[in-house]
């Protein structure tokens, strides 16, 4: 779910779970199927109405990233985003897959019943469901809706922020049905999941101690906007698409000295070397990089970047915070330093 709504819900839930862990049936789901289930960029333009919505960074919510603030009910969460061009609103979509059912039914149920009576439980969607709204008390004023629903040990949070108003209960309903039918037809081996070619694996950072791999996968490259925040995304992405990328290696990593700060790479795979060249100076500046590399602190981003430059392979490496109104803690920093240089070391061997 957002960590708005899981902030807000924490409190209440672990209170509830401290001295039982449930009983139920196990859920067998893995990250990689539950990340599969997860709406296409096609499915959510056409949802919502709009062919502006693209695809933002996922989070693979896999110990032990923010093991912390996890409990222990949950096993994994894997939480897609999306942006809508040329305004602030996002959808996102958090799927958190429980140990056990009662689990999940027990978070649905206290999580209701702590809104009161600002929720809706129409129309019909998995096992359990309601819709809820607010609107938010920034500057911004953006209207939050949600639906929450829940299919066997799985809850699914859809969150949509628009500055338009409210969104209906009745396309939030056909949109939570989707998602439910997706996890069902992934977790019935209808819809097979891909796991990432060895050819794509080799262009990640290789494994060290100063992260951990929570999930992998092959994303569009209209990804690469949303996670350095592009003021104009359009124009940052062509920057890929005039030289013939149009896809990128996702790797998503908790931080080992700060398990609360999440490690973001994108590995991009120009033509030649020159191309790479080509981008690395319009995008970073020839003039910033020493021996192939960029590292450094982004203050509006609140955000660690760093760039590695290699033959006809480009590697961007982002340290953040799990929560998006935190910054990066200097933790970050040191470990940063260090998988760039090995990251740009490993690179140089492939082909």
């Known amino acids: ?13 672990l209170a509830l779970t401290a001295c039982t862990r449930g009983s139920g049936t196990t ?56 942006e809508r061009l040329g305004t602030g609103d996002t959808f996102s979509v958090n799927y958190v897959v429980y140990s056990a059912t009662s689990d999940a039914s027990s978070f649905i149920s206290s999580r209701q019943t702590s809104l009161g009576t600002n929720v809706i439980t129409t129309p019909k969607a998995g096992d359990q469901v309601f819709y809820t709204g607010q609107k938010l008390p920034t500057s911004t004023a953006l209207y939050e809706t949600a639906a929450f629903v829940r299919t066997g040990s799985v809850v699914i949070v859809a969150d949509l922020l ?36 060895s050819g794509d694996s080799s262009l990640l950072p290789p494994p060290g101690t100063d992260i951990t791999l929570t999930g992998a996968a092959k994303l569009p490259i209209q990804v690469v906007a949303g996670m350095v925040n592009a003021a104009d995304p359009q124009q940052f992405v062509s920057l890929f698409t005039t030289l013939g990328v149009n896809d990128l290696v996702y790797g998503d ?7 609360h700060m999440e490690v973001r ?32 602190y982004i203050d509006p ?8 430059v290699v033959n006809r392979h480009v590697g961007l490496l982002l340290c953040k915070s799990t929560l998006d109104t935190e910054a990066a803690a200097r933790a970050c ?13 490993s690179l140089s061997s492939v082909s």
């Open 265 to 296: 790479a994108a590995a991009f795979n120009f033509l030649t070397a020159s191309d790479a060249a080509t981008w690395a100076a319009g995008a970073v500046g020839t003039a910033n990089l020493t021996n192939g590399i960029f590292l450094t």
């Open 162 to 197: 628009q500055g338009s108003g409210f969104a209906s209960t009745s396309a939030l309903g056909k949109l939570a049905n989707l998602l439910v039918s997706r996890v069902k037809d992934v977790l019935s081996n209808k819809v097979k999941p891909s796991p990432l070619a």
């Open 253 to 259: 990593y908790a931080l080992n000295a700060d398990l």
């Open 333 to 345: 920093e040191m470990p940063m330093g260090r998988v760039i240089a090995a990251w740009a070391d």
């Open 27 to 82: 859920s067998n789901a893995t990250p990689l199927q539950v990340y599969t289930a997860g709406p296409t960029q096609d499915q959510v333009q056409k949802a919502l109405g709009d062919a502006n919505w693209w695809p933002s960074p996922p989070t693979f919510g896999v110990r032990p990233l923010d093991l912390e603030m996890t409990p222990q009910t949950i096993k994994f969460q894997i939480t897609q985003r999306y």
């Open 1 to 13: 779910m957002t960590k708005r709504w899981l902030a807000a819900a924490a409190v209440l839930f």
């Open 301 to 308: 981003l609140k955000q660690y970047l760093g760039v590695a």
